[in-house]
Nanobody, 119 residues
Framework: QVQVVESGGGLVQPGGSLRLSCEVSGTIFSLSALGWYRQAPGLEREMVATISSGGVLGYTDSVKGRFTISRDNAKSLVYLQMDSLKPEDTAVYYC?????????????WGQGTQVTVSS
């Protein structure tokens, strides 16, 4: 069973930085697609950043140039470096792991970590 655990959230002032980490176990990490998503109160969960097994990156427009997703296959970790944070980045951030098999794909989610951007 795939286990996904996020960490690194917290309270930060506007313009500040945070780095989120996501530790994955129970799967072949290097073959997995990874993503960070977020959900603010009253809103739907949205994709923030993704990274494929081959290192292809994707970002939602609102975070381009400010957030960076990366992965460490040796440690089974995926990171989200968040710089120039804005109050509108406040949300619960979730890590999503997509694994692939002959029968299709499977998605696993962590419990989320709260990020609050406020002065």
């Amino acid at each position: 069973q795939v286990q996904v655990v996020e960490s690194g959230g917290g309270l930060v002032q506007p313009g500040g930085s945070l780095r989120l980490s996501c530790e994955v176990s129970g799967t072949i990490f290097s073959l997995s697609a990874l993503g960070w998503y977020r959900q603010a109160p009253g809103l739907e969960r949205e994709m923030v950043a993704t990274i494929s097994s081959g290192g292809v990156l994707g970002y939602t427009d609102s975070v381009k140039g400010r957030f960076t997703i990366s992965r460490d296959n040796a440690k089974s970790l995926v990171y989200l470096q968040m710089d120039s944070l804005k109050p509108e980045d406040t949300a619960v951030y979730y890590c999503k792991v997509t694994t692939f098999s002959l029968t299709g794909s499977q998605h696993s989610w962590g419990q989320g970590t709260q990020v609050t951007v406020s002065s």
